[in-house]
Structure formats: structure tokens, C-alpha cells
Antibody, heavy 122, light 112 residues
Framework: DVQLQESGPGLVKPSQSLSLTCTVT?????????WNWIRQFPGNKLEWMGY???????SYNPSLKSRISITRDTSKNQFFLQLNSVTTEDTATYYC???????????????WGQGTTLTVSS | DVVVTQTPLSLPVSFGDQVSISCRSS???????????LSWYLHKPGQSPQLLIY???NRFSGVPDRFSGSGSGTDFTLKISTIKPEDLGMYYC?????????FGAGTKLELK
């Protein structure tokens, strides 16, 4: 069974960078699909942040493009989120998820992690 | 960005009810090949979101047949028949046709 698990610091100061890790078990991130970060703000709004594909290519939400980087460690079957210059508006629960990318059935998230809460505060 | 307008924001229900949730997109979600990438999710407190429907109307593995999806172009509907306690939570639609991927604002299904 495919499982994703986020980990991170929980608290970051404004202007610093946040780094989160998603550890995937039950499926190799180099086999297929795209590996994503999604966040949920207080108030429940969901925002897709970006992904790294099985081949290593990346795609980011333009609203974050200057601050975001998604990388991976294939030996550990992990992928990472780095978000620079954080502000209090980056306070959210961060999820990693697998995005199915097929021509006919489309783009959709079939497996999600449990989420990790990140607070930006001094 | 494609704006996805989801209604209603709150939906008070009784067990056994049948309800519908609507998502309307600011532009057509059909791509140049005629495929439409609209999916639905249920998010329960303390859990990760779970996929219900993909490709407008395909139920994901293990999803009961009381959940059904329909629609085309810019108008889509999730229908839940005979609501059960485990159906309570936040429902979201996602458009996957256009970058960036965008979600609806969510519908809270709660007890009357």
C-alpha cells in the first residue's frame, strides 16, 4: 500500500526558510506520477504548491515560483519542499500527495500524507 | 488561474438525506483532446483528504456507490444519496486540466 508521511520543524521564524520532507513507502517515486506539496490554510482553503515528477522535472504554482523549490533523494524515496522568505501567511498544514497523471482519466491526487502543521511566528 | 466556485459552503443534513454539491469553473475544463479533469475529495477532521471521484464520474477504489459525479464543461456536481455518519466533513473539488491546479473553497457537510 502506498503511504506518504510528512515531517518538518513545526515552527519557523519570519524571513527564514522552511524545509519539509515527505517519505514515501510502498511505491518508488522514480517509477511514475508526480509528487506534490499542497497546503491548507486556517479557514480550510487548499492551495496546490508544486510537484516533482518521477523523471525529476518540476512544476510550481506561479504564486510561489520565486520562493519554492522541490527536490528529491531517490535513494531514500523522499522528496522535499523548501520555501524561502516565509511570512505569517505561510502558516498552514502542509500535505504531500501523489498526483496521477494520465491522458484519459486526468490529473488527480490518490494518496495523501497525514499533514504537518507549520506555524510562522517570531 | 482557473477559479472554481463551489456551492454551497455549508450543507446541514440529516442521515438518510440525498444532497448535491456544485462546482463551476471560470473556463471549460475540457482539454484539446476532449478529456475533463475534475475530481472530488472528502476531508475529515484529523485525517488526510481522501479521493472520491476522478475524471468527473469515476469512483475511486472502495468508494461506495452512493457517491456519484456528473457534469461537463464548466458545471459539475457531486451527489451523495442516503447520507451516513461517515460522510460528514469537508468536500472539495479540484480542477486538474489547467495549470496551476486549483481547488474549490469547500463544502462543509454537517448535521442539522
Amino acid at each position: 500500500d502506498v503511504q506518504l508521511q510528512e515531517s518538518g520543524p513545526g515552527l519557523v521564524k519570519p524571513s527564514q526558510s522552511l524545509s519539509l520532507t515527505c517519505t514515501v513507502t510502498g511505491y518508488s517515486i522514480t517509477s511514475d506520477y508526480a509528487w506534490n506539496w499542497i497546503r491548507q490554510f486556517p479557514g480550510n482553503k487548499l492551495e496546490w504548491m508544486g510537484y516533482i515528477s518521477y523523471s525529476g522535472s518540476t512544476s510550481y504554482n506561479p504564486s510561489l515560483k520565486s520562493r519554492i523549490s522541490i527536490t528529491r533523494d531517490t535513494s531514500k524515496n523522499q522528496f522535499f519542499l523548501q520555501l524561502n522568505s516565509v511570512t505569517t501567511e505561510d502558516t498552514a498544514t502542509y500535505y504531500c500527495a501523489r498526483l496521477i497523471t494520465t491522458v484519459v482519466e486526468g490529473y488527480y491526487f490518490d494518496y495523501w500524507g497525514q499533514g504537518t502543521t507549520l506555524t510562522v511566528s517570531s | 488561474d482557473v477559479v472554481v466556485t463551489q456551492t454551497p459552503l455549508s450543507l446541514p443534513v440529516s442521515f438518510g438525506d440525498q444532497v448535491s454539491i456544485s462546482c463551476r469553473s471560470s473556463q471549460s475544463l475540457a482539454n484539446s483532446y476532449g478529456n475533463t479533469y475534475l475530481s472530488w475529495y472528502l476531508h475529515k477532521p484529523g485525517q488526510s483528504p481522501q479521493l472520491l471521484i476522478y475524471g468527473i464520474s469515476n469512483r475511486f477504489s472502495g468508494v461506495p456507490d452512493r457517491f456519484s459525479g456528473s457534469g461537463s464543461g464548466t458545471d459539475f456536481t457531486l451527489k451523495i444519496s442516503t447520507i451516513k455518519p461517515e460522510d460528514l466533513g469537508m468536500y472539495y473539488c479540484l480542477q486538474g486540466t489547467h495549470q496551476p491546479l486549483t481547488f474549490g473553497a469547500g463544502t462543509k457537510l454537517e448535521l442539522k
